[in-house]
Nanobody, 116 residues
Framework: QVQLVESGGGLVQAGGSLRLSCAAS????????MGWYRQAPGKQRELVAT??????TYAGSVKGRFTISRDNAKNTVYLQMNSLKPEDTAVYYC???????????WGQGTQVTVSS
């Protein structure tokens, strides 16, 4: 059974940095897509960043501050978050997708809180 386990969240002051990690276990398959989403209180879950092969996509609000990377040998995806702002406060979720057959997995979420 595939599990995604996130780590690295926490409390940080505005302008600080955090690095999130998400390790996929229970699958020898390399996921087609791995990425990060976030959900702030009272808001819908939104895309933060995704990686598909050599291609990456970022939400406009994090472009230039966040960097997504993958270690395929470890089936792990990372999110380096710099210059954090209070509006980045949210629960961050890891997502992994296999296209054929279609399988979609989510982590349990990790809290990121940025104080002003």
């Amino acid at each position: 059974q595939v599990q995604l386990v996130e780590s690295g969240g926490g409390l940080v002051q505005a302008g600080g940095s955090l690095r999130l990690s998400c390790a996929a276990s229970g699958s020898a398959f390399r996921f087609n897509v791995m990425g990060w989403y976030r959900q702030a209180p009272g808001k819908q879950r939104e895309l933060v960043a995704t990686n598909i092969g050599a291609s990456t996509t970022y939400a406009g609000s994090v472009k230039g501050r966040f960097t997504i990377s993958r270690d395929n040998a470890k089936n792990t995806v990372y999110l380096q978050m710099n210059s954090l702002k209070p509006e980045d406060t949210a629960v961050y979720y890891c997502n992994a997708v296999r296209w054929v057959p279609r399988e979609d997995y989510w982590g349990q979420g990790t809290q990121v809180t940025v104080s002003s």
